[in-house]
Nanobody, 125 residues
Framework: QVLLVESGGGPVQAGGSLTLSCAVSGHTKQSYYIGWFRQAPGMRREGVAAIDEHDFTRYAESVKGRFVISQDNAKTTVYLAMNNLKPEDSAMYYC???????????????????WGQGTEVTVSS
């Protein structure tokens, strides 16, 4: 059983930065990808970024150049550094994992089996 716990959300002003953390356990460290998703009220869940065990990454076009996904050397925590935040970045942010993984990192939610409970980000203008 893979467990994921997000943290680091909160209020921030437009143009500011915030880093989310996702603590991961129970995954196969030689084969996985972990992604960040977000969902605003009334909107579909959107893939933001993903990373695999080789540090290969993938980003949604809407966050390229502003968000950076990374992980610690122990491969137990995945981070999402969010810079130059905009009000439209406001959402509940979730991390998700697929392990073992047969594909490169994905940013479509139907490729993930395990999900965290989410952490909320609110960007004010």
């Amino acid at each position: 059983q893979v467990l994921l716990v997000e943290s680091g959300g909160g209020p921030v002003q437009a143009g500011g930065s915030l880093t989310l953390s996702c603590a991961v356990s129970g995954h196969t460290k030689q084969s996985y990808y972990i992604g960040w998703f977000r969902q605003a009220p009334g909107m579909r869940r959107e893939g933001v970024a993903a990373i695999d065990e080789h540090d290969f990454t993938r980003y949604a076009e809407s966050v390229k150049g502003r968000f950076v996904i990374s992980q610690d050397n122990a491969k137990t925590t995945v981070y999402l550094a969010m810079n130059n935040l905009k009000p439209e970045d406001s959402a509940m942010y979730y991390c998700a994992a697929e392990s073992p993984a047969l594909l490169p990192p994905q940013i479509t939610d139907d490729e993930y089996t395990y999900w965290g409970q989410g952490t909320e980000v609110t960007v004010s203008s």
